[in-house]
């Protein structure tokens, strides 16, 4: 059974960078073709992608956002790491990591349980 769970600061102020970690148990986060994502809800707004990093370590971003995300990974620990420069009061919202199961571009199938991040100074 595959497990996901979110690790983060729950409060961040304005300007900072926001990082979030996911940590995966039950399969590898290099496993071929599976895509790591990271998807937020923001306060009464549907879900929104962030961005995902595939199995071979390639990144993809919401174009909305690309200029302020950045997704990496730690193999050594299987986590997948977000991270949101410059964050505004609009950044917040419950954070979720998802992964997708191949062929590229199947539905998300497991989630973590969503960290809360606010941002307020």
């Known amino acids: 059974q595959v497990q996901l769970q979110e690790s983060g600061p729950g409060l961040v102020k304005p300007s900072q960078t926001l990082s979030l970690t996911c940590a995966v148990s039950?399969?590898?986060?290099?496993?071929?073709?599976?895509?790591w994502n990271w998807i937020r809800q923001s306060p009464g707004k549907g879900l929104e992608w962030i961005g995902h990093?595939?199995?071979?370590?390639?990144?993809y971003y919401n174009p909305t956002l690309k200029s302020r995300i950045s997704i990496s990974r730690d193999t050594s620990k299987n986590q997948f790491i977000l991270q949101v420069t410059s964050v505004t009061p609009e950044d917040t919202a419950v954070y979720y990591c998802?992964?997708?199961?191949?062929?590229?571009?199947?539905?998300?199938?497991?989630w973590g349980q969503g960290t809360q991040v606010t941002v307020s100074s």
């Open positions: 990093i595939t199995y071979s370590g390639n990144t």
């Open positions: 039950g399969g590898s986060i290099t496993a071929f073709g599976y895509v």
């Open positions: 998802a992964r997708a199961p191949p062929p590229y571009g199947s539905t998300w199938d497991y």
